[in-house]
């Protein structure tokens, strides 16, 4: 009988020394915030957050955002710039997924390697760079501020590269120009205004161009004007280069001779 009391007297004390070790909470402690989570989308937070299944096709942030407040039937709040809302954001399709899971794997999935030409006009012999290609990572997609809650405020936003390394001024992707082109020697040859400019249209069609250069033609000039992107206006020159070397149309002495007569 002494054992059995003097044993669960030990135990008493064990589990009353196992209590207070334990460390209690610290009043001076503060919530963890996004920055002591760097990249990591806090799942405790997030999971509470209302669930939703997506299927969405494809299409502008815009059309994401509606697709989304359908899905969970509630308003989500949303700055989307202009100069981004034609993006275009490929097919999504997911079940039991929270608004900012969501928003964090379409940036994972939108992260690719592009290239941009820089245009320097200075030459480098004068000692410009000339023009180059360069290399960047981008990614898009909606991004909040502190932990995310079902009335977080998210923001569109675009990298398009390494902000961070210096450039100089004049680089650019494209610089905006006007050219002009004189169709007369290529009318005469049996060509048609619609002929060259839908040669060039196509180009700019199998190139994925989304703001093609703005033609006109001026017909007592006999003059084709463009004005946009460099890069996409010298498209017109390499067209007409190619024309220039095909077989000329040729008249039949039939037409010719009417033309004699007539005149």
């Known amino acids: 009988m002494k054992n059995s ?19 209690g909470p610290n009043p001076s402690s503060k919530p963890p915030t996004e920055k002591d989570a760097g990249d990591y989308v806090w ?116 990298d398009r590269g390494d902000r961070s390394v210096a450039r100089a001024p004049w680089q650019v992707i494209s610089s905006t120009v006007c050219k002009f082109y004189q169709l007369e020697p290529y009318l005469e040859a049996g060509y048609t205004v619609e002929d060259i400019t839908t040669a060039v249209e196509t180009s700019w069609k199998m190139l994925g161009v989304t703001k093609p250069p703005q033609i006109t033609y001026h017909k007592d000039t006999k003059v084709l004007i463009a004005v946009g992107e460099e890069d996409k206006v010298k498209l017109i020159g390499d067209v007409l280069k190619q024309l220039s070397q095909g077989k000329p149309k040729e008249k039949s002495a039939n037409g010719q001779a009417e033309k004699t007569k007539t005149e």
């Open 43 to 158: 799942v405790k937070v997030t999971n509470s957050l209302p669930h939703f299944d997506l299927n969405f096709p494809g299409g502008t942030p815009r059309e994401l955002v509606k697709a989304v407040e359908k899905a969970t039937g509630k308003p989500l709040n949303t700055i989307i710039p202009e100069e981004y809302a034609d993006l275009k954001i490929p097919a999504v399709s997911v079940k039991s997924m929270t608004v900012a899971q969501l928003f964090e794997v379409l940036i994972q999935a939108s992260k690719k390697t592009e290239r941009f030409i820089v245009l320097d006009p200075r030459d480098r012999s004068i000692g410009g760079n000339g023009s180059d290609v360069f290399a960047y990572d981008s990614t898009y997609g909606f991004r909040t501020e502190g932990v995310p809650t079902e009335n977080s405020i998210w923001y569109f936003y675009w």
């Open 5 to 23: 009391s003097y044993l669960a007297a030990c135990l008493l004390v064990l589990t009353l020394n196992l209590a207070f070790a334990q460390p």
